[in-house]
């Protein structure tokens, strides 16, 4: 049990005051208590400060991860697109070099079937 508190007006007038030896011993074991409280209570604020700047460098290096994932799914959503754009230009080449075979075919036979016309009339 500890005591509540001692008033010190008595020591300003050079009084003498006897307190038991069991007091006097209480009062030491609680000052000596105080002072370990104090010591656990500093070494506990420096552990709760640690851990608050962990925990903040790995919020920060969350955000930073969901940042590159977020620009990667974007560059990933750009990458389709130009892929689908490129795809759209190939079926248009494929499209454009079926209309110059066809066209080419036709000359082809029409070029032919007038030698075979000249070479019929000579």
Do not use: F, W
Not at 65 to 93: A, F, G, H
């Amino acid at each position: 049990m500890s005591l509540q508190s001692i008033s010190q007006t008595d020591t300003l007038n050079n009084q003498l005051v006897c307190i038991p030896s069991r007091v006097a011993q209480q009062i030491v074991i609680d000052l000596e208590h105080h002072d370990l409280l104090v010591v656990e209570n500093d070494s506990l604020k420096l552990s709760v400060k640690e851990y608050t700047e962990i925990i903040s460098l790995h919020e920060y290096n969350s955000n930073a991860k969901d940042v590159q994932i977020s620009n990667l799914i974007d560059e990933t959503t750009l990458l389709n697109q130009k892929k689908s754009l490129m795809e759209l230009e190939l079926e248009q080449k494929d499209q454009q070099i079926g209309n110059l075979k066809n066209q080419r075919n036709i000359a082809g036979g029409t070029a032919g079937g007038l030698i075979l016309l000249l070479l019929l009339l000579l």
